[in-house]
């Protein structure tokens, strides 16, 4: 019964560094639009041997678009994965949602101090199935670990 007992424990031990060691190799990133009030960012990017390899879920929150008809909105912009490439990072892809007929969100950005700040990039411009077409311009944003 005592060895049982000593097996288990020693399995739940590498159990426990093995997840140690996969969340280690995710850094969760959170930080705002600048100059943006109540705005958010929102992601984790994954590090393999040191090196920066991808985000996943790469949310904003507030970012405000101006439209044609002379109304003014905030809208969330999701990217689930984008590839890292050195430092660097770049994504656009359509914007989708009701009332909307077409639309991209863009945005870029670069890493600094081992992946734990980075800075970049975001718009998104879209048509309403109205005709009415929105813009939020290039904004930029920084995050931290």
Same mark, same amino acid.
């Given at each position: ?14 159990? $426990? ?29 994954? /590090? ?9 879920? $790469? ?23 984008? /590839?890292?490439?050195? /430092? ?32 970049? /990039? ?5 048509? $309403? ?17």
């Amino acid at each position: 019964m005592k060895r049982l007992a000593g097996c288990v424990a020693v399995a739940l031990a590498i159990v $426990l560094a093995l997840a140690a060691v996969a969340t280690a190799n995710r850094i969760k990133h959170t930080g705002a639009i600048d100059g943006v009030a109540d705005s958010k960012v929102s992601f984790a990017v994954s /590090k393999r041997n040191g090196d920066l390899k991808g985000i996943r879920n $790469l949310k904003f929150v507030g970012l405000p678009v101006n439209c044609s008809d002379g109304t003014a909105s905030v809208v969330e912009l999701t990217l689930p994965k984008i /590839k890292v490439k050195g /430092k660097r990072f770049s994504e656009s892809l359509p914007v989708r949602g009701t009332g909307i007929a077409d639309g991209t969100g863009k945005t870029s950005g670069r890493f600094s101090r081992g992946g734990k700040r980075a800075a970049g /990039k975001v718009s998104v411009t879209y048509t $309403l199935t109205s005709g009415v077409s929105c813009d939020s311009g290039e904004q930029s944003w920084t995050s931290r670990k």
